[in-house]
């Protein structure tokens, strides 16, 4: 479970990423019922200026012995270097082998890369880098494809907003749908986008921009217990299904019927964790029609059964 969370600088660390694991792990949450992480920034010098490719400066209160007892460390993208300092990746080391979990985002794997900790990993990076990242790296396993990989101890992401996906994957992880949804609400993001789900998709964000839909996925939002088909949601939209799954595509980057089995999963997990309603009446209230589908579905998604999953994250 994450209570604590270190963040180490180094020059030239990218402000965006930076500021994605401030905004999910560093802010105060407790006007919405979360109790707050214990969040340390640290670096080599603390209290020296860290610096920004955009000319921002920022000052690390804590030194690197802070990540020494954090559950998690984040580690945020940085302009890619030939070497990294020592010190900072003899403290990634330390945490890898007394088993603190660490996140990268984007460029950040090579960091953990440098550090010895992607081998024989499955990992990924910004698809810019990922040939990059698998030259240097070939003992690592790279996917060029996905917006993050949760590899049990290591967790890598994409680019920039995949970043946030990770971060939430995470939370969803070891702290239940409720906290993670929690977070998502108050950041106004989607709680989640798949793993799995590719990078290359026309717009990043999973919010659609497009308002034809937003209005089908507030739609569907609010009805994953019904039945639903490709054919009755591009005639919702007044389109082909063929245009409609294309676009539906290019808009969420996942196919429509696999948006909407990830949803349910979502519906169902929290169901799972908030409540004791019987399996069959969770599959029905996620529009899985039966017990035996919910776990089949729960399962591959999950990697544990609906039980078992409610065993664990109900008394948390």
């Not at 109790?35 to 670096?43: H, T, Y």
């Not at 921009?209 to 507030?218: G, K, M, P, Q």
Request: charged share 25%; hydrophobic share 40%; aromatic share 8%.
């Amino acid at each position: 479970m994450i209570r604590s969370v270190a963040v180490p600088l180094i020059d030239d660390f990218a402000m965006f990423e930076f500021g994605v694991v401030c905004e999910v792990f560093g802010l105060d949450r407790s006007y919405a019922g979360l109790e707050p992480f214990d969040f340390r920034v640290c670096s080599i010098q603390p209290g020296s200026p860290v610096a920004s490719p955009v000319g921002v400066s920022v000052t690390a209160p804590y030194g690197l012995e802070a990540m020494d007892d954090a559950d998690l460390i984040a580690v945020p993208a940085a302009t890619i270097r030939e070497e990294y300092p020592e010190e900072f990746l003899d403290a990634l080391r330390r945490a890898y082998d007394r088993g603190a979990i660490l996140l990268s985002v984007c460029s950040g794997a090579f960091a953990l890369g440098a550090a010895g900790l992607l081998d024989g990993r499955d990992c990924t990076t910004h698809w810019r880098y990922s040939d990059e990242l698998q030259r240097r790296f070939p003992a690592a396993c790279v996917d060029p494809d996905v917006l993050f990989v949760d590899d049990g101890q290591i967790i890598t992401s994409a680019g920039t907003s995949a970043g946030i996906d990770a971060s939430l994957h995470l939370v969803r992880r070891e702290l239940g749908s409720a906290v993670a949804n929690t977070i998502a609400r108050n950041m106004v993001v989607p709680p989640q986008r798949d793993g799995g789900q590719r990078q290359y998709i026309d717009k990043p964000v999973s919010d659609c921009e497009d308002d034809t839909f937003s209005e089908l996925i507030d739609y569907l939002a609010e009805r994953l217990d019904e039945t639903h088909t490709v054919g009755s949601l591009a005639e919702r939209t007044h389109m082909s299904t063929r245009s409609f799954s294309r676009r539906f595509v290019a808009e969420t980057g996942v196919p429509p019927m696999q948006w909407l089995t990830t949803q349910r999963i979502l519906r169902a997990r929290l169901l799972l964790e908030t409540t004791d309603l019987p399996i069959d009446e969770v599959a029905r209230q996620c529009g899985f029609g039966s017990a035996t589908l919910l776990r089949h579905h729960f399962d591959a998604e999950v990697g544990v059964p609906p039980t078992r999953y409610r065993a664990a994250f109900a008394r948390a």
